[in-house]
């Protein structure tokens, strides 16, 4: 047993003594380095000796002494660190894990979307690791401190001057606005949560059905809002912010919409997933997000379904002076009616509602002609089929085609009719939840 034991143990002594960056990153703390025994949880996660540990670590590591830093008004840094260890790039090494105790290694599904195949990999976790950015003499930690329900951690960034930081953080926020991923929000029970998505097949302007005039008034705001010299802003005096909601029947295009505006806006898009969960703090974490990645998209889905406790400071936050500068605000909902009146009746909250309408005739045909109906019937069977789909929305249409492809697949042959009429009573009965009508179903209680 040690002597000291009764001392503030100090289980960084042998910190001069770790070993250079190898492909085997050393522990800054190990549970066994003090003699005599394993570490007390006190003594194992002091929080300011391994602080210490880690700027003596680089100070040896570059020859130089080194400031800490924090970010305080997003994760802009931390999801970039995130993103840089998911695509491998070079430029970021692990350079030590933290306490041996703790998780250092992260497993994930994933998909290349280049090579189109899909698995589980193995990498440096986030928290409890070391990571340094050579060429910017940068390194980030999150070190684990124990909390009073478990582990939490801090995040600590850690750079050799504000020069080469402000390089750094630059640099990241390129490779950002490079990638085509999309970022996604989601109020979660334990806050707010930020993943990075790959950005699905792009969706062009002539693969949005709607009314034209429509269309016309939504990409016109969209070209103007994006384009590099902002001289329709500066020449009439508009502040550089919108806002947009799309209501509507479900299935009738608006997340299609959305799509295409992200896909050809050539500017960060953010999507946010409002739950139960959606707070104050998340409200103020997202939109200080969309301001850093400014000018951007961010589309707010199911919008309606706010909570309560938190629409005052929603509205009061569109409200604010700069909380939406440089933001295209993009919010969708399917119930319209449950729309708080308040987010339409001030200037600078949404600028103009949009309803997104089921298809009429000719459009319905020019849609089942652009998914391929008529490479199976003639023109006459498809103009029927338009005639005959009166109050269908554009994904019931998709699904007209859908089920056409599979007949004529199996059977040879296409009878539109019979798979409209089949498709009309299965609607008829979702809308009425007569799903089973015989006896022996009310027999089993299942009506």
């Given at each position: ?22 492909a ?26 391994v ?20 970010q ?19 430029g ?51 070190v ?67 009314d ?26 508009i ?13 009738n ?6 799509k ?44 309606d ?98 089920s ?44």
């Open positions: 047993m040690n002597s000291n034991r009764n001392a503030s143990p100090n289980p960084f002594e042998a910190a001069a003594a770790l070993r250079p960056i190898t085997q990153p050393p522990f800054i703390v190990r549970a066994d380095r003090q003699a005599g025994g394993p570490l007390d949880a006190h003594g194992y996660f002091n929080y300011i000796a602080v210490q540990a880690i700027i003596d670590f680089l100070n040896r590591r570059f020859g130089t002494a080194f400031r800490l830093y924090y305080d008004d997003g994760n802009e840094a931390w999801n970039g660190l995130e993103a840089d260890l998911s695509n491998g790039y070079k970021v090494e692990h350079a030590a894990s933290l306490f041996d105790l703790v998780e250092t290694n992260v497993f994930e599904y994933a998909s290349d979307p280049e090579t189109k195949r899909a698995g589980y990999a193995i990498r440096p976790a986030v928290r409890n690791n070391l990571f340094v950015y050579p060429e910017h003499r940068v390194a980030m930690a999150r684990p401190r124990v909390t009073q329900h478990g582990l939490g951690y801090e995040d600590l960034i850690f750079g050799e001057h504000d020069e080469a930081m402000l390089r750094f953080l630059e640099a990241m926020r390129e490779r950002q606005l490079a990638s085509p991923k999309i970022i996604v929000f989601t109020d979660t029970k334990d806050g707010l949560e930020q993943t990075r998505e790959p950005a699905s097949a792009p969706v062009t302007r002539s693969d949005v059905f709607m034209e005039e429509l269309k016309t008034q939504i990409y016109r705001s969209v070209d103007e809002f994006f384009s590099r010299d902002r001289a329709f802003f500066l020449t009439y005096g502040p550089y912010k919108r806002g947009i909601l799309l209501y509507g029947k479900p299935g295009g608006k997340t299609t919409l959305v295409s505006i992200s896909s050809t806006a050539s500017a960060p898009i953010a999507y946010w997933q409002i739950t139960e969960y959606t707070s104050s703090g998340s409200i103020q974490e997202v939109f200080a997000a969309a301001v850093q990645l400014a000018p951007m998209v961010l589309v707010i889905e199911d919008i379904s706010m909570p309560d406790s938190c629409r005052s400071y929603f509205l009061n936050t569109l409200d604010g002076a700069t909380s939406k500068e440089g933001i295209y605000l993009i919010g969708t909902t399917n119930y319209p009616e449950k729309i708080d009146p308040a987010l339409m009746n001030r200037a600078g909250r949404f600028d103009r509602a949009y309803e997104v309408k089921s298809p009429n005739e000719a459009m319905r045909r020019a849609y089942l002609a652009y998914k391929g109906l008529n490479r199976l019937v003639d023109e006459d069977a498809v103009g029927r089929a338009a005639a005959a789909t009166e109050g269908f929305t554009l994904a019931q249409l998709s699904e007209l085609y859908a056409a492809a599979l007949q004529m697949h199996y059977e040879r042959a296409v009878n539109l009719e019979r798979v409209i009429r089949d498709m009309r009573t299965d609607y008829d009965k979702g809308r009425s939840r007569e799903w089973m009508s015989d006896a022996a179903s009310r027999k089993l209680g299942f009506m």
